[in-house]
């Protein structure tokens, strides 16, 4: 059984700095593996989405990695801005199956 | 930008009563899902539809739940008997056709149960 955990759950950091937030996975067998950013009380925005076959995707600030074999992935938050003050989570897509499963997620403050 | 919605935002309900989510998914997706978070806890997959039938569901999606896709563009899940423990945030969600396109979701709908 899948099982996706990310750590830690709360990081609080001063606005500019770059930042790297953590998921690991147990099983490598998944297809994907996709960010996404909460809101308080909202829903879920899709930010980045690896395939199994890479290795990174980067979208503006936003870079994610992925490496299967030691069951990780990171994501890479450059030059962090209060806005981006959230909950992340990673989900995987498991290997003969259609659901995600999701981590706990990561609450970012950044601190003006 | 095409995106899924989901009405209503909130629902407060009696223990007992049948509740419908709505859902309208991104119209030219294929593939259709149901997940909950309960508050604080993870996201949980429930349900996922394609070809006007389960595709595959949880634990969690007993006897309780069922889903429909009543027309070409409306996906709901209805919950006959509400318990207390139902109460979450419940998310829509579609992709368009590959096994590994992205999931896209709607805001959810708070389903409160009292």
């Known amino acids: 059984k899948q099982e996706v955990t990310q750590i830690p759950a709360a990081l609080s950091v001063p606005e500019g700095e770059n930042l790297v937030l953590n998921c690991s996975f147990t099983d490598s067998a998944i297809y994907n593996l996709q960010w996404f950013r909460q809101d308080p009380g909202k829903g879920l925005t899709s930010l980045l989405l690896i395939q199994s076959s890479q290795r990174e995707q980067t979208s503006g600030r936003l870079n994610a990695s992925l490496d299967k074999s030691s069951g990780r992935s990171t994501l890479y938050i450059a030059a962090s801005q209060p806005g981006d003050s959230a909950t992340y989570l990673c989900?995987?897509?498991?290997?003969?199956?259609?659901?995600?499963?999701f981590g706990q997620g990561t609450r970012l403050t950044i601190n003006p | 930008e095409p995106e899924v919605t989901q009405t209503p935002s909130h629902q407060v309900t009696q223990m007992g009563q049948e509740v419908i989510l709505r859902c309208v998914p991104i119209s030219n997706h294929l593939y259709f899902y149901w997940y909950r978070q309960i508050l604080g806890q993870k996201v949980e997959f429930l349900v996922s539809?394609?070809?006007?039938?389960?595709?595959?569901k949880s634990e969690i999606f007993d006897d309780q739940f069922s889903v429909e896709r009543p027309d070409g563009s409306n996906f709901t899940l209805k919950i006959r008997s509400t318990k207390l423990e139902d109460s979450a945030m419940y998310f829509c969600a579609s992709k368009w056709q590959g096994t590994a396109d992205t999931q896209y979701f709607g805001p959810g709908t708070r389903l409160t149960v009292l």
């Open positions: 989900a995987a897509l498991v290997q003969g199956a259609q659901k995600l499963v």
């Open positions: 539809f394609y070809n006007n039938e389960i595709s595959e």
